[in-house]
T-cell receptor, first 110, second 118 residues
Framework: GENVEQHPSTLSVQEGDSAVIKCTYS??????FPWYKQELGKRPQLIID???NVGEKKDQRIAVTLNKTAKHFSLHITETQPEDSAVYFC?????????WGAGTKLIIKP | DTGVSQNPRHKITKRGQNVTFRCDPI?????LYWYRQTLGQGPEFLTY????????KSRLLSDRFSAERPKGSFSTLEIQRTEQGDSAMYLC????????????????FGAGSRLTVL
């Protein structure tokens, strides 16, 4: 079955710097890759997603890249701000089921 | 329709009691999921419905757990004879496969029901 690995588990960056979180997946049939942000005590919320027919997608300070050959995808956050502090989850899907990464705790240092 | 609604938001119960959680998905969503999340972990899949049919149930789910979606709208998750290990946040999510775009399964989560078993 599908397996998604996410790194790092914790990432601490200076406010204003960029943050990159990486995920790898095992099932070559996976064709949808969302990223969710979960603030402490709140629900996971979709922040960006990418489908397998696209290599990169950008939404303001957030971008996601996908390398289908290598089976990995990454989340890039530029000009980080305190409100970016949260746990970020990647996931991969080929049907109705999302397979989740273990999460990355992003800490923005003032 | 303002999103996925779950209740109760918090439930404290004694070990051995039964609890039931309710989820009202986004009305036009035909897919409904239950997840469990403990502190510091990602969402753990429990079960999935497409309309009223329960199509998958995690092997991690013991027979004390049962979920229903009788009319393809709201769903209930019941835990019988609760144990302390059941303490967690129970998240419901819904999505639609009717958006005409293949390969996208955009989940919208509810705020969750936090269970504490004493």
């Amino acid at each position: 079955g599908e397996n998604v690995e996410q790194h790092p588990s914790t990432l601490s960056v200076q406010e204003g710097d960029s943050a990159v979180i990486k995920c790898t997946y095992s099932d070559s049939a996976s064709n949808y890759f969302p990223w969710y942000k979960q603030e402490l005590g709140k629900r996971p919320q979709l922040i960006i997603d990418i489908r397998s027919n696209v290599g990169e997608k950008k939404d303001q300070r957030i971008a996601v890249t996908l390398n289908k050959t290598a089976k990995h995808f990454s989340l890039h956050i530029t000009e980080t701000q305190p409100e970016d502090s949260a746990v970020y989850f990647c996931a991969a899907s080929s049907n109705y089921q999302l397979i989740w990464g273990a999460g990355t705790k992003l800490i923005i240092k003032p | 329709d303002t999103g996925v609604s779950q209740n109760p938001r918090h439930k404290i119960t004694k070990r051995g009691q039964n609890v039931t959680f309710r989820c009202d998905p986004i009305s036009e969503h035909n897919r409904l999921y239950w997840y469990r999340q403990t502190l510091g972990q990602g969402p753990e899949f429990l079960t999935y419905f497409q309309n009223e049919a329960q199509l998958e149930k995690s092997r991690l789910l013991s027979d004390r757990f049962s979920a229903e979606r009788p009319k393809g709208s709201f769903s209930t998750l019941e835990i019988q004879r609760t144990e302390q290990g059941d303490s967690a946040m129970y998240l419901c999510a819904s999505s639609s496969n009717r958006d005409g775009v293949s390969g996208a399964n955009v989940l919208t989560f509810g705020a969750g029901s936090r269970l504490t078993v004493l």
